[in-house]
């Protein structure tokens, strides 16, 4: 009868633990979903703190460990310089972090860190972190390969890198030779151009294959097509050549067209307001 009795109060005493567990998962919806009300109506600050209701009710509940990364990168201003600011960014980085421990394939926390990292490369400038969220819309495409989008991030990335490279190549050169300027339409001095080329070809070429795979998988990509023809304008000045740098030139021409045409005929199907 002891025995029975002992058995008898191990059970109920797990009867009233998955009663609770499952009203704590119950609890932890509700708190989900107050928190995607409140964050549709703007509402964030009160949104985080549901999101963090939820996950703590049902540590399971991975989309509240999504959303609530989502509110935090929602909070990052770009080029903000305040605490605050750089706070909420890397609060969104760690709980980004958490859901790819969990989920490494989640394209909600790859895509959020890819385009969060590169809001924060902008200002103060930093490259690593614009390498880093390449990486992550690599990553993207090594789970999910027909996606257009990820090649655009990494062209993107890639045409950045070697403009901002080009322009401080440029104003260097114009500071030291103020009589000698360099205009930002005409060819790099020999020397300038070698040392823009051994930095920066593998980079413009990376971007231009890229985006060149962003229009295969999207052919009317009309912002993939622009950064392909600026890309052509970066490898035109590691042109060794006249002839060389018109051809590219002349690349980047053509694909402006296209890209003016394909925003003209997108506009022409919007219905009338």
């Not at 989309?63 to 609060?91: C, D, H, K």
């Not at 920066?200 to 999207?218: D, N, P």
């Not at 970066?234 to 060389?244: C, G, P, V």
């Amino acid at each position: 009868m002891e025995r029975a009795r002992s058995f008898a109060a191990i059970a109920l005493v797990a009867m009233v633990a998955l009663g609770l567990g499952g009203c704590d998962k119950l609890k932890a919806r509700d708190f989900l979903v107050k928190g995607v009300q409140a964050y549709k109506a703007g509402q964030t600050d009160a949104a985080i703190e549901d999101f963090k209701q939820a996950r703590e009710l049902d540590p399971s509940l991975l989309m509240a460990q999504v959303y609530l990364a989502v509110a935090y990168q929602g909070q990052f201003i770009p080029g903000a310089p305040s605490e605050e600011n750089q706070r909420n960014g890397q609060q969104a980085i760690a709980e980004f972090q958490k859901v790819l421990q969990v989920d490494p394939k989640n394209l909600t926390a790859i895509d959020g860190m890819g385009s969060l990292l590169f809001s924060m490369a902008k200002t103060p400038y930093s490259p690593d972190k614009f390498v880093e969220s390449r990486q992550y819309w690599q990553r993207h495409i090594s789970v999910k390969p027909d996606d257009a989008e990820p090649y655009y991030w990494v062209g993107l990335i890639d045409w950045t890198l070697a403009y901002l490279d080009n322009n401080e190549l440029r104003s260097q050169y114009n500071h030291a030779n103020p009589k000698k300027q360099v205009h930002d339409e005409q060819a790099l001095p020999a020397s300038l151009r070698d040392e823009f080329s051994s930095k920066m070809m593998a980079t413009v070429t990376e971007g231009m294959e890229y985006l060149k795979k962003a229009t295969e998988r999207k052919p009317d990509y009309d912002d993939a097509m622009a950064y392909l023809a600026l890309l052509d304008l970066q490898r035109a000045d590691m042109a060794t050549s006249q002839e060389e740098r018109d051809s590219y030139t002349k690349q980047w021409s053509d694909l402006m067209e296209q890209v003016k045409q394909i925003k003209q005929k997108k506009a022409a199907a919007q219905p009338a307001t």
